[in-house]
């Protein structure tokens, strides 16, 4: 159903298929087994719903989209393994599965209508990570929370937190991205710092300056690689090699350092 198809979840379609029952869509992600797009109005969600990640008040899976709860006028959307986030009116709001914390409403307990985990501040940006989320306020902190079993959130331990917590960084952030297991930041002052599993091999439960790719105007970090953009429109990165770009080396082999990967441009 993750589709919003009704021939059902276990129907698959090769070719692209329009989703109907939605106005003017201007986003758009999946989750483990749901989608959910902001269509101009609120965030609505289809596919399996078992802990509540549509959002709309119910555990019942959908093979339309349905409207989350609370979501009305949503400036962003982002969706982790089985919850989403999204900001609205400046603030974060969260629903769905919440068994390490990622919901950042202080509980353990599953949400099918969206919650609003504290952040100080004006919300900005948010993204989530398989169960965990990050998200920045307009003075430039950064406040994680949820599972953080590999260091994630960049705390300096490996203890969930149920509530945001403010990640110690060398200055205001300006952007960041979170992955499966570990997150990156960009700030003001142009230096990069990741944590978790987006240092690669080994993680770091505390932020480390990648003094290496300082200057770069975009860092993305993805389930097992993280990548930078330079100013001269070069990509750089790192992590696992099949997904680093980096040919030269085995499919599962680490790539330890930025390198630059061939033909990008």
Not at 169 to 176: K, R, T
Not at 184 to 195: D, E, F, V
Request: include cysteine; glycine fraction near 14%; proline fraction near 6%.
């Amino acid at each position: 159903g993750r589709l919003a198809l009704a021939e059902g979840p276990d129907h698959r379609v090769t070719t692209p298929t329009i989703v109907t029952n939605l106005l003017t869509v201007v986003q758009v992600d999946a989750g483990d087994a749901h989608t959910c797009v902001r269509d101009g109005v609120d965030v609505k969600c289809w596919g399996l719903n078992f802990a509540g990640q549509l959002g709309n008040g119910t555990t019942t899976s959908s093979t339309t989209p349905v409207s989350v709860m609370g979501s009305t006028a949503a400036s962003a959307l982002t969706l982790g393994h089985q919850f989403g986030c999204a900001i609205v009116a400046g603030a974060a709001r969260c629903w769905g599965r919440n068994e390490f914390g990622q919901l950042g409403d202080g509980t353990k307990v599953d949400r099918p209508a969206s919650v609003a985990p504290v952040v100080p501040g004006t919300v900005t940006s948010i993204d989530a990570g398989r169960a965990s989320a990050c998200a920045l306020n307009s003075v430039g902190d950064l406040y994680c929370w949820g599972y953080n079993g590999n260091g994630e959130l960049g705390l300096g331990d490996l203890l969930e937190r149920l509530t945001p917590t403010r990640v110690p960084l060398g200055g205001p952030v300006e952007s960041f991205s979170v992955g499966r297991q570990g997150a990156c930041a960009r700030l003001m002052n142009g230096q990069i710092w990741c944590w978790g599993n987006a240092l690669g091999s080994p993680a770091s439960s505390v932020p480390v300056h990648l003094a290496s790719v300082d200057g770069a105007t975009t860092v993305v970090q993805s389930m097992i690689a993280s990548c930078v953009i330079d100013p001269d429109g070069s990509l750089r990165c790192w992590g696992r090699a099949d997904v680093a770009g980096n040919q030269a080396a085995a499919d599962k082999d680490t790539v330890p350092a930025p390198a630059a990967i061939p033909d990008c441009p």
